[in-house]
């Protein structure tokens, strides 16, 4: 059964600094692995998609790699800003034959950039 | 374009009480899904929705958990004689379809209270 593990649960930074969010996954035959923000009260907005045949994804001052064989991703955030405050899921399509992408999500990292 | 919308946005209900909470996917998307996220936890997947074929049903958690989708348009999702663990965030997400390599777009999310 494939797990998902995120660290760390949360973090607090001051404005400007580069921060690097974990995702590792315990079935490497993965289709995809997804980056999504969630704010409060809303859903999930998909930030990053890496092919399992890519190694990284790159959007604004978003960075996402995939080292399938170990089971790891990370979020690279370049740069923070109060506005990236939210709680980062990483979800991995599921490896098993069901014949469409089923997401198997982390508990999330919950990123606060204080001003 | 319009993106994927719910209702309620929020519902409180008593135990035993049946409720059933709606899902507009993305006109076009013959992709439907939908996931629950309990406090603290990640988003468990419950059912997925692919045009007019039978639904994926493997992530119901009881008999008591059933969801409807009328062609490539509306679903809803139908708790019966709810309990107090069904308290959550449901989530619904589609997707033009449901091969690997298509994004989910997540609606906003019904969190349901039940007392």
């Known amino acids: 059964k494939q797990e998902v593990t995120q660290i760390p649960a949360a973090l607090s930074v001051p404005e400007g600094e580069n921060l690097v969010l974990n995702c590792s996954f315990t079935?490497?035959?993965?289709?995809?692995l997804q980056w999504f923000r969630q704010d409060p009260g809303k859903g999930l907005t998909s930030l990053l998609l890496?092919?399992?045949?890519?190694r990284e994804q790159t959007s604004g001052r978003l960075n996402a790699s995939l080292d399938k064989s170990s089971g790891r991703s990370t979020l690279y955030i370049a740069a923070s800003q109060p506005g990236d405050s939210a709680t980062y899921l990483c979800?991995?399509?599921?490896?098993?034959?069901?014949?469409?992408?089923?997401?198997?999500f982390g508990t999330g990292t919950r990123l606060l950039v204080s001003p | 374009g319009a993106g994927v919308s719910q209702s309620p946005s929020n519902k409180v209900t008593e135990k035993g009480k049946d409720v059933e909470l709606r899902c507009d996917p993305i006109?076009?998307?013959?992709?439907l899904y939908w996931y629950r996220q309990r406090l603290g936890q990640g988003l468990e997947f419950l059912i997925y929705?692919?045009?007019?074929?039978?639904?994926?049903k493997s992530g119901l958690p009881s008999d008591r958990f059933s969801a409807e989708r009328t062609g490539e348009s509306v679903s809803t999702l139908t708790i019966q004689r709810t309990q107090q663990e069904d308290s959550a965030v449901y989530l619904c997400?589609?997707?033009?379809?449901?091969?690997?390599?298509?994004?989910?777009?997540f609606g906003p999310g019904t969190r349901l209270t039940v007392t």
């Open positions: 997400a589609s997707s033009l379809a449901g091969v690997t390599s298509y994004e989910q777009y």
């Open positions: 079935d490497s035959a993965i289709y995809n």
């Open positions: 890496i092919q399992s045949s890519q």
């Open positions: 979800a991995v399509s599921s490896s098993q034959n069901t014949g469409f992408q089923k997401l198997v």
């Open positions: 006109s076009g998307h013959t992709a």
């Open positions: 929705f692919q045009g007019n074929s039978a639904p994926d």
